[in-house]
């Protein structure tokens, strides 16, 4: 089994930066991808921002040149830098981890952007 742990949602106004933390522990050999989706109120959950072992990084179209995500050195914790937030970026930030063939998701934690 796979545990993630996010870190670092809160309110901010339209402009303004959060950094968005996710720790892996428990059988964590071997992730593969790591990466972090949202999920807005009455929507689809949707990709934000995916990086693989071999550190390359994938963003939705919406985030690019705002958003920025990186892996620790050990692979296990991932970030998600966010900066230029706008109120259509609020939602419930859910961190992903595939292990082949398992996904895991960690519990979502809230992001506000108030305008």
């Known amino acids: 089994q796979v545990q993630l742990v996010e870190s670092g949602g809160g309110l901010v106004q339209a402009g303004g930066s959060l950094r968005l933390s996710c720790a892996a522990s428990?059988?964590?050999?071997?992730?593969?991808?790591m990466g972090w989706y949202r999920q807005a109120p009455g929507e689809q959950r949707e990709l934000v921002a995916t990086?693989?072992?071999?550190?390359?990084?994938n963003y939705a179209d919406s985030v690019k040149g705002r958003f920025t995500i990186s892996r620790d050195n050990a692979g296990n914790t991932v970030y998600l830098q966010m900066n230029s937030l706008k109120p259509e970026d609020t939602a419930v930030y859910y961190c992903?981890?595939?292990?082949?063939?398992?996904?895991?998701w960690g519990q979502g934690t809230q992001v506000t952007v108030s305008s």
């Open positions: 990086i693989t072992s071999g550190r390359r990084t």
């Open positions: 992903n981890a595939f292990i082949v063939p398992v996904n895991y």
């Open positions: 428990g059988s964590i050999f071997g992730i593969n991808i």
